[in-house]
């Protein structure tokens, strides 16, 4: 059974980077669509990237295009979201979050999910 956690939130200043990383202990990574899904307080969830298993297809929201990186690991069950170029419009839950099959942008899709880590960044 897929458990995923997240690492590496924290709060930075605006123009910094972090790199968050999400560990899944069960044993199928390889075989499942990732994604980043943020939500801020009294906002919808955002999928801000997304990777297919094979790491050949990746999506990126238009509010992170070019600052965020989406990666993943097979041998190590990981999959990575790099920021950069941060701004306090990106302070939210991040959350890692895997689906069976094709990539998706819709967040309801995705079937299983960390417990989030969060992001803060400060103007």
């Known amino acids: 059974q897929a458990h995923f956690v997240e690492s590496g939130g924290g709060s930075v200043q605006a123009g910094g980077s972090l790199r968050l990383s999400c560990v899944d202990s069960g044993r199928d990574f390889s075989t499942y669509a990732m994604a980043w899904i943020r939500q801020a307080p009294g906002k919808e969830r955002e999928v801000v990237a997304a990777v297919s298993w094979s790491g050949v297809h990746t999506y990126y929201a238009d509010s992170v295009k070019g600052r965020f990186t989406i990666s993943r690991d097979n041998a190590k069950n990981t999959a990575f979201l790099h920021m950069t170029g941060l701004k306090p419009e990106d302070t939210a839950v991040y959350y890692c979050?895997?689906?069976?099959?094709?990539?998706?942008?819709?967040?309801?899709?995705?079937?299983?999910w960390g417990q989030g880590t969060q992001v803060t960044v400060s103007s």
């Open positions: 979050a895997a689906e069976r099959g094709t990539m998706t942008t819709r967040a309801s899709d995705y079937e299983y």
